[in-house]
């Protein structure tokens, strides 16, 4: 007969803080949603989708209320553009309003096991899925989808999804 007796050298505490780790992973859950909330702003700055494809530039009729919006856009002796207007014509992003709410208003929160990304302005579903005029009559046109948040059908992005596995293995290894 065999026998072998283990004496604890402190493997049994690791495996405790190790376990408890996994009991409890709203910590890492957090981190994960900051890390979400945060790329998902990153595609306002680049006017991509999550997984890298640019939106559809702005229509006419949105650049023409964005530079009716200001009369500092429009030169006072003939109204014609002003350097003033030039630039905020060669500028205008998609999705980026004078605010730059839809851009900055994201939130996330813990849901049972997961964490939950949202956006916090009531029209961040038109901008994310689009819209037809003939179904929101308000609406001065058709709004092209401009996807910010990943699509459940495609999953996650691979740069996002590295990052998460990060994340992860970063919090095991800490426990």
Known sequence: MIQINLTDTGVHAELA??????????????????????????????SQDPYGKPWAPNTDTTLRRMLHGNAKNFTKVKGRLSARG???????????????????????????????????????AMQQFGGKKADFPNLWGDIPARPFFPDAARGLPTGLAHRIHQVLADYIAGA
Not at 23 to 46: H, M
């Open 86 to 124: 030039q630039l905020a014509l060669s500028s205008k992003k998609p999705l980026i309003g004078e605010s730059k709410s839809l851009s900055t208003q994201f939130a996330w929160r813990l849901v049972g096991d997961g964490v939950e990304i949202r956006s916090t302005m009531i029209y961040a």
């Open 17 to 46: 803080r190790l376990v408890n780790a996994f009991d409890n992973p709203q910590p890492a859950l957090k981190s994960i949603g900051e890390l979400v909330v945060e790329f998902t702003k990153t595609r306002f700055e680049v």
